[in-house]
C-alpha cells in the first residue's frame, strides 16, 4: 500500500482562488445591496428604479429568447473595428508626436480641441455626413480611442531612456529600427494604458454613434426599452451588458499587456 | 481570469468610499428626478382642501397645474396657448405652467406624478400601461392619428399598396411613426420587407421626399405635407385610420394625479376643449394666441395659419364625427389588437385600463 500523496506546496488553489474573487464578491454583494435597499427605502416602482433581482431576470430572459444578442453582435462589431482604427492611426500620430516638436506643436491645438469637443454634439453631424451605418459608427469610436492613445505613446516614446537611444545609434540602427525595436517597444507599457482607457471610451463612443441613428446595437435598445416598450428592466439589462462588455473588453487588453510586459 | 485592474488601485477603505460614494450618487440622482412624489406633493397650493369645492373659484388662490406638451414650441398647440391667454384656465382656478419642450420621458413623468397632465401619443399609452405604468388617456385632442405616409402626387403613389418596392423614408423603427406604418402596410398585405426602408434618424425624412431622395416618407398631417404643398408640390397622404384607428395624441395623466386632482383635471380639460372648439370656428385666433405665447411664430403667419387648418382638420373625428375630447373605445380595442399582435403589449391589459372618461364634459 502506497503511502498517502503529500499536500502540494505552497498555498492550495481554492484559498487563492477564494482570496483573489472574495473583495469582487463583497463589493459586488455591497452594490447590489444598497441598490435593492434604494429601492426599498423609496418604495420606487419598478418604471422608475427596478431592483437587481428583476433586472436579472430580465437579463436572463432578454439572452433567452434572443433580444440582446443581435444588438451586443452590432456594437462589438463597431467597437471592435472603430478601437482597431483609432488606436492604430492614435499610435502612428503619437510617435509623430513625440519624435517632431514642429509636429506636436502644429497638431497639439486640433488633438486637444477634437478631445474637448462633447462626442454627444458631434455624433449626429457624423451621422449625417456619413450615414447611419457602420460607417459613422467606426469613425466615432476612433475618434474617441484616438487622443488617449496618441497621447500615452507620445509620452511612452519620450520617457525611453536616451541613453539607449544613443547606444542603438552608435550600433548604426536605422530610423525604422529605431522605432520598432527600442522606442515602441519601450513605451508598451504607456501605450497599453492608454489603450485600456482607449477601449473603454469605444464602448461609449459605439452606443452614441447608435443614438445618433441606427437599426440595431444596444444603444438602440436602450432607446426601445425607455422610449417605445417602456421596459425599464430590459433597459437596465442593456446597461449591464454594456458594463459586461466594457468589463471584458478592458480585461483583454489587460491580458495582453501581461503577455506583453509582464504584471504591473 | 484576472479582476479588472485599475491604473491605480485603492487600499479597501478607498474601495468602501467609491463604493459609498457611488450609492450616494444613486441615490441623489434617483432621489432628485425621479422620486414619487409624497401625497403631500401632490396637492401644489392651499385650495386642495378635502370637504371643500372641488374647483377653486377665480376668488380663492389658483391651483396649480404644470403641463407637458412633449414638443418645441409650436401652433400645434394653439389651444394650450387660447385657454392660458384668454383666461380660461385662469377663471377655472388653475395656475397652467406649460412645460414646452422637448421631453422623452413626458410618459414616465405623468406616470410618476412629476406632470401632472401632457399631451402623449395613444400608442405610448398602451405598451406603458402594460409595463405598469399608471397613466390613463383621458381626452382625445387628434381625433384622427396625425401620423401619416406621405409622398409627392408625382410619384404615382395613391394608395398603400402603391408603396411596395419603394423607398420610404423614417426617422427610426420606433415610436407611433413605425408603428403606423406597420399598420398601413398590413392593412394591404404588405410588411416593412416589402418597401426599401431609409433611415432620417434626423427627421430629415421630408426633405428627402421633397428632393426626391425617397418616394415617400413618415410624417405628420399637419406638417411634412403642408410645407410640400407650400413649396408648390401636390402631396399625398396616407391615413390608417380607416383600417386601424391607432389613437392619436390626447391629454394623458397619471392616476395617482387623477385621484388627488380630478376636479382640477376636470377644469382643465373643459377649458382646453372651449379653446379648440373657438379655434376650429375662427383659426385665426389660435394663430393670434399662439403668436402672443411664441413671438417667432409670427414671422411667417401665412404658413402657420396652414399648419394649424391642418391641425384642426387632424382634431376631428372623421369616422365617427364625434366632438373634441371624445374617446373613441373602439379604435382604441382595434389598435391594442394591433400592437398585441406586434408583440408591443407584454402583459394583457384592456381598454377600461388605458382610458376615462371621467375628465369629459358630461
Known sequence: ?264 | MPTPRLPAPGSRPREIAALLVTVGLLAACTSGASAPPASSDLNVGPTIIPSGPPVATPSASPLKLVVGLGYIPSVQFAQFYLADRAGYYRDAGLEVELQNKIDPDLVTLLGQGAIDIGSADGTSVIPAVSQGIPIVYAATIYGTNPSIVFAKASSGIRTAADLKGRKVGIPGKYGSSWIMLQALLASVGLTPDDVELVLYPDFGQGVAVQEGAVDAATGFANNEPVQLELSGERAVVLHVDETTPLPGPGLVTGRQTLAAKADALRAFVAATLRAMDEIAADPQRGLDASVAAVPDLGQDPARQLAILKATIETWKNARTGAPFGAIDRTGWQASLEFMTSLGLVPNPVTVDQLVTEELLPR
Open chain 1, 1 to 264: 500500500m502506497s503511502a498517502p500523496a503529500p499536500a502540494p506546496r505552497g498555498t492550495a488553489l481554492g484559498p487563492r482562488i477564494a482570496h483573489a474573487w472574495l473583495p469582487v464578491l463583497v463589493s459586488l454583494a455591497g452594490f447590489l445591496g444598497a441598490w435593492q435597499a434604494i429601492v426599498l427605502a423609496g418604495d420606487y416602482p419598478p418604471f422608475i428604479l427596478p431592483g437587481p433581482a428583476s433586472v436579472v431576470a430580465r437579463f436572463v430572459r432578454a439572452w433567452a429568447d434572443g433580444t440582446i444578442a443581435p444588438h451586443l453582435a452590432t456594437t462589438l462589431v463597431e467597437i471592435l473595428l472603430g478601437f482597431a482604427v483609432g488606436g492604430v492611426v492614435a499610435l502612428l500620430v503619437g510617435v509623430l508626436l513625440a519624435r517632431s516638436r514642429l509636429a506636436e506643436r502644429l497638431l497639439s491645438p486640433y488633438l486637444v480641441a477634437a478631445q474637448a469637443t462633447p462626442v454627444l454634439a458631434l455624433a449626429p453631424l457624423i451621422a449625417l455626413w456619413f450615414g447611419s451605418g457602420l460607417l459613422s459608427k467606426v469613425i466615432i469610436c476612433a475618434l474617441i480611442v484616438f487622443f488617449p492613445v496618441a497621447v500615452a505613446t507620445m509620452v511612452g516614446v519620450r520617457s525611453v531612456d536616451p541613453r539607449l537611444v544613443e547606444m542603438a545609434r552608435s550600433f548604426r540602427a536605422t530610423r525604422w529600427q529605431l522605432i520598432s525595436k527600442l522606442e515602441v517597444p519601450a513605451a508598451l507599457p504607456a501605450i497599453l494604458g492608454g489603450m485600456r482607457v482607449g477601449v473603454t471610451l469605444a464602448v461609449i463612443g459605439a452606443i452614441v454613434g447608435e443614438w445618433a441613428g441606427a437599426e440595431r446595437g444596444l444603444g438602440v435598445l436602450i432607446n426601445l426599452a425607455r422610449g417605445s416598450l417602456f421596459d425599464i428592466p430590459l433597459m437596465f439589462a442593456a446597461l449591464l451588458t454594456i458594463a459586461l462588455l466594457g468589463i471584458v473588453l478592458y480585461l483583454v487588453i489587460v491580458l495582453i499587456e501581461r503577455r506583453l510586459v509582464g504584471v504591473r
